[in-house]
């Protein structure tokens, strides 16, 4: 069993307390029920917490529907990564939450107020609000026990490439959907798709990519051949792409990789490997972050048997994302 560490004073729960009285706008009611996690319920009301803190001072009804479903679909993950914790810290994990949801009570009482009214000026109702926060409390203090230097050199240890300073030398095919819209989606996918196949059987690959760059990408690099030079970190692409060059050899061609942008082509012409250590790290913060991920998914994928029914159907996400 997890041992859980109680941390000190939770501060973001005080932080909760500050907020505006202005009603966020909805389409849903915050009791409704999203999803069900083994019969448990998942409500909007979660949803617009997660919402109303990401894009603070947008009327939740403002925000496309495919963001929403998007978000919805990590909301279910967390559920589910929830569960685990919950199962993993027992009696201890229980006693933590339930101490800072009543230091949370006693501090909203003091200043005038309520659950109830702290949930309902972000949308959200009351059960809903305290899911948010037993959340919070229990994946901070798992984050805690587990971001330990020995941990994040173990990590960094799994995965070099990802923090010593390779270097990728790659080109780009990009192509923006008509829409949002899954079928759009699918038919921008599928064409890249196509395209990939048709340059992979030429005899000059490199040669054949540039030109397909020229023609199809709606980069700004489209008349360069699609040459994006040396690249190393996050910040260099959009997300997803570097994640994907790591595991490509050179001289290949990835498959189509969507992007909040659109869907990539990457050519990798070539590798230089970094010769960065951990203790040379002098920025952490995408080891921490990955690391974090990777034990997210660990907690979600824990739970892969647990039964998962969702209940409105705007907000299903696509099947390739349950």
């Keep these: 069993m997890v041992t859980f560490e109680l941390p000190m004073r939770i501060v973001f729960l005080a932080g909760l307390i500050v907020f505006s009285e202005a009603a966020l706008a909805q389409q849903h009611e915050a009791d409704e029920i999203i999803a069900s996690v083994d019969g448990d319920p998942v409500r909007v009301g979660e949803l617009n917490l997660i ?3 990401r894009f603070q001072g947008q009327a939740l009804d403002s925000l496309s529907n495919d963001l929403k479903r998007a978000t ?38 003091r200043r005038g107020s309520t659950v109830r009214e702290q949930a309902a000026a972000r949308g959200a109702d009351t059960a809903s609000f305290l899911v948010d926060l037993a959340w919070r409390v229990a994946w901070g203090a798992y984050l805690k026990s587990k971001l330990t230097d020995e941990n994040l050199r173990a990590f960094f240890a799994s995965n070099p490439s990802a923090y010593n300073g390779t270097k990728y030398q790659v080109s780009q095919i990009f192509i923006r959907p008509a829409s949002t819209e899954a079928a759009d989606v699918k038919a921008t996918v599928d064409s890249l798709k196509s395209l990939q196949e048709e340059i992979g059987q030429s005899e000059d690959v490199v040669s054949a990519f540039a030109n397909a760059a020229r023609l199809h990408s709606q980069s700004p690099t489209a008349e360069l051949g699609g040459d994006l030079g040396w690249v190393e970190s996050e910040g260099d692409l ?3 792409l570097l994640r994907a060059l790591r595991g490509m050899e050179p001289e290949t061609i990835s498959d ?27 920025d952490a913060s995408s080891l921490r972050r990955d690391a974090a991920d990777a034990m997210f998914k660990t907690l979600v994928d824990s739970q892969s048997s647990t039964d998962v029914m969702w209940h409105l159907d705007d907000l299903i996400p696509p099947v390739q994302s349950r």
Excluded: C, W
């Design 256 to 282: 189509p990789i969507r992007s909040s942008f659109g869907a990539h082509l990457v050519f990798l012409h070539d590798v230089e490997q970094g010769e960065g250590t951990y203790e040379q790290l002098t």
């Design 238 to 240: 959009p997300a997803g």
């Design 51 to 53: 919402l109303a803190e």
């Design 72 to 109: 919805a679909h990590v909301l279910v993950q967390r559920r589910l990564a929830l569960r685990e914790l919950r199962k993993r810290g027992g009696a201890s994990l229980a006693k933590m939450v339930q101490n800072q949801l009543d230091v949370f009570e006693a501090e909203v009482l």
